[in-house]
């Protein structure tokens, strides 16, 4: 069965049974802004969860019970509140890496760069869920099985986020791609 480009084109060119075409047909400056629109939409929706869970997190802090959490909650707590800066600071990095650029004849650059904020700021999105889960299920609950519970959940963000793209990526791309 022929591989699929893109388009829903057939890939077989010329011949080449199972290899995909090269794609589309852009310069390096149409390629640099496609591909910066398609990851400012992509941040778009980690930024929005991650400065929800930010802004939560801060409130934390405030809440008449907060006294009441031990010494290993807490340091949990400010490790997770960390964790969030950090993330909210990579996923917002490449609108202001963008801004200052603008206008200098970089984006292929700029777009490297904010992409790798952007990973940066998955990971570090990655750490503040699994942080702030474990927090609050071992307040929640206090039973053993919290630790077995946060490991699964680890597991399915990390299927989900890293191992199927970079599965498909592999599995679907030619070495000349």
């Avoid at 480009?5 to 802004?33: L, M, Q, W, Y």
């Avoid at 997190?57 to 997770?80: E, G, R, W």
């Avoid at 699994?130 to 519970?149: E, G, K």
Wanted: net charge positive; hydrophobic share 45%; aromatic share 10%.
């Amino acid at each position: 069965m022929p591989e699929h480009d893109e388009r829903g084109t057939s890939g077989n060119d010329g011949g080449a049974v199972g290899r995909t075409p090269r794609g589309r047909n852009e310069t390096p400056d149409e390629r640099a802004d496609r591909r910066w629109a398609e990851l400012i939409q992509e941040i778009r929706v980690a930024q929005t969860g991650v400065q929800i869970l930010f802004g939560f997190l801060l409130t934390v802090v405030f809440a008449p019970t907060f006294a009441d959490l031990s010494s290993t909650n807490k340091t949990i707590y400010i490790i997770t509140v960390g964790l969030g800066a950090s993330a909210t600071g990579a996923l917002i990095g490449p609108v202001s890496f963008h801004r200052i650029v603008s206008g200098r004849r970089i984006k292929p650059q700029a777009v490297v760069w904010a992409s790798r904020l952007t990973f940066v700021g998955l990971v570090l999105l990655l750490a503040t869920l699994i942080s702030a889960l474990f927090l609050v299920l071992r307040v929640a609950t206090h039973d053993a099985f919290v630790p077995w519970m946060v490991a699964g959940v680890v597991t399915w963000y990390v299927v989900c986020w890293f191992v199927l793209p970079l599965w498909a990526r592999y599995r679907y791309t030619t070495m000349d791609d």
